[in-house]
């Protein structure tokens, strides 16, 4: 009866410990898959990335590879349990791509563990549009003629103005010289004044002798 007990109780124990394996190991599996958490996110100037609860063991390799735009920010880098790091990016103007590809030898197929990520980063700012600049046709210019030489005319002399001459003064005409009592010359050729002269000629001869015989007769009873 003793045995048949004891039998009873290991059996009770066993069945015990079996129940609480299989309780226990989808438990331990369910949460060895759940703590691998990758997490990364973006932002307009950066990209932060937090691996956490990957196996350390030396047999796993854990890799983290990040690409944004053209650039290579990381190329595979090894880490063990975890990896952590923020990443700036560069001012851009249009919208970029970020990648992420994390890699674990530890269960490979484990898509959870695993990651193959792109998102899409936006500018800081909206750039201003540029404005569309309408060129401004430039007018032909108009070719201005050549102006045709023409002859100078010749300046016309100013004329010198004629100083008028002082007059001079005339100097006075001599006084007529007083007639004599001569006998006028008798003149030669014919001339319409002729017979005048004769007369006046013999009024004067005429006169004269009347003075002379005048004075002979004064001079004739002064003597008596």
């Known amino acids: 009866m003793a045995r048949q007990q004891r039998h009873m109780r290991i059996g009770a124990t066993a069945l015990a410990g079996t129940a609480a394996a299989g309780f226990l190991l989808p438990l331990a599996l369910a ?4 703590a691998h958490v990758p997490t990364w996110s973006v932002t307009c100037d950066k990209v932060v990335i937090d691996l956490i609860n990957y196996s350390p063991k030396p047999d796993v390799k854990n890799t983290v590879s990040l690409t944004v735009g053209d650039e290579k920010v990381l190329d595979a ?16 103007d249009a919208p970029v791509t970020a990648h992420l590809v994390v890699k674990t030898t530890e269960t490979p197929a484990e898509k959870g563990w695993n990651v193959d990520e792109t998102k899409t980063i936006a500018p800081c700012h909206t750039p201003t549009p ?12 108009t070719p201005t003629p050549t102006p045709t030489p023409t002859e100078t005319p010749s300046a016309t ?20 010289a007083p007639a004599t009592s001569a006998p006028a010359l008798a003149q030669t050729g014919s001339s ?33």
Not at 31 to 34: G, K, L, Y
Not at 77 to 92: C, I, L, Q, S
């Open 77 to 92: 880098k090894e880490f063990p349990a975890e990896f952590h790091g923020t990443f700036p990016v560069k001012d851009h």
């Open 31 to 34: 949460t060895n898959a759940s």
């Open 130 to 141: 540029t404005p569309t600049v309408t060129p401004t046709k430039t007018p032909t210019p």
């Open 192 to 224: 319409d004044a002729t017979p005048m002269i004769a007369a006046a000629g013999g009024g004067v001869l005429l006169v004269g002798g009347a003075l002379v015989l005048l004075a002979r007769k004064r001079r004739g009873g002064s003597q008596g």
């Open 157 to 176: 002399p100013t004329p010198t103005p004629t100083k008028t001459p002082t007059p001079s003064r005339t100097p006075a005409a001599p006084a007529p």
